[in-house]
C-alpha cells in the first residue's frame, strides 16, 4: 500500500466587500520561496495551532477551524473577524499523491472596512478583485490559483452582493472534497466523488461530472451532479 502523507488539519476564510460593480474577494500573494503554493494567489488561513482548540468544544473541528480562520485572517492580512460569523463552505483536502497536505476547512465572511496589513513574511501583497477578473488573470496565466481557490471563486463569480454570495453559501452542502488527479491531452484533471469517473479512473464516463479541469489551454470547473 502507497505511504501516504497524512494531511494537516488548516481554516482559510473567504472575505468578500460590496463595491459599485458586485462584490470582491481579498487574495492574498503568498512568498514565492515558501515551499507549500510559493507565490500563489489565496484565501488567507493555514494550519490549526493547539491555541484554536476551544476547551468548551475541544473535538469539534468545525469550532476549531472557525478559530484557525479567524487568527489566520489577523496574523496575515491584519484583520479581526468574529469566528461566530464565519459561514462554513466545505472541506478540501490536498490530493494524496501530494508530498505536503492538508485537510482545510473553508468559510466565508462580510468586510466593511478595508484596514488590510499583510505581514510581509508569509505573505507579500493583497488585492480586492472581483472573482471575474481573478479567474481571466488565472486563466491569462498572470496568476496562480490551487484547486479550491479556483473552484470557489467560479462559485462565488455570479453573484450580486456580499449578501447574496452569502445566503448562496448557506444553501450549499457541507461537501468533503478530495481529488484524484488523472493526465490529459493538455494537463491534468482532477475528480471529486460525486463525478462519474471518480471510482474508476475513466475519464470519458457518462454521467455526473464534478472535476478541475486544468489544461495549458485554460482552467474549468465544471459541477453537474
Keep these: 500500500m502507497p505511504n501516504y502523507t497524512k494531511p494537516k488539519p488548516a481554516a482559510s ?26 507565490g500563489y494567489w489565496v484565501f488567507p488561513g493555514g494550519r490549526v495551532d493547539p491555541e484554536d482548540v476551544q476547551l468548551d468544544a475541544p473535538t469539534n473541528e468545525v469550532t ?11 496574523e496575515e492580512a491584519g484583520i479581526k473577524l468574529d469566528p461566530g460569523t464565519l459561514h462554513p463552505i ?6 494524496e499523491s501530494s508530498p505536503i497536505r492538508f485537510s482545510t476547512w473553508f ?8 484596514g488590510i496589513r499583510v505581514d510581509g513574511v508569509e505573505i507579500h501583497e493583497h488585492r480586492w478583485w472581483r472573482p471575474e477578473a481573478a479567474l481571466l488573470a488565472h486563466r491569462e496565466g498572470v496568476i496562480q490559483f490551487a ?16 449578501s447574496a454570495a452569502l445566503a448562496s453559501i448557506d444553501t450549499w452542502p457541507r461537501e468533503q472534497l478530495l ?12 475528480l471529486y466523488a460525486e463525478d462519474c469517473g471518480y471510482q474508476n479512473g475513466v ?6 461530472r464534478h472535476r478541475i479541469w486544468m489544461l495549458k489551454s485554460g482552467w474549468e470547473y465544471e459541477r453537474k451532479f
Excluded: Q
Excluded at 481529488?179 to 482532477?190: D, K, Q, W
Design 13 to 38: 476564510v473567504i472575505l468578500l466587500r460590496d463595491t459599485s460593480s458586485g462584490p470582491e474577494i481579498l487574495y492574498l500573494r503568498r512568498n514565492p520561496d515558501l515551499r507549500f503554493m510559493g
Design 90 to 95: 466545505c472541506k478540501w483536502t490536498t490530493p
Design 107 to 114: 468559510f466565508a465572511a462580510a468586510m466593511t472596512l478595508d
Design 179 to 190: 481529488g484524484r488527479l488523472h493526465p490529459v491531452n493538455g494537463g491534468r484533471v482532477a
Design 147 to 162: 484547486n479550491p481557490t479556483f473552484a470557489l471563486s467560479t462559485r462565488l463569480a455570479d453573484k450580486s452582493s456580499v
Design 203 to 208: 475519464v470519458n464516463c457518462k454521467g455526473p
Design 64 to 74: 476549531t477551524a472557525r478559530h484557525t480562520a479567524a487568527r489566520e485572517a489577523h
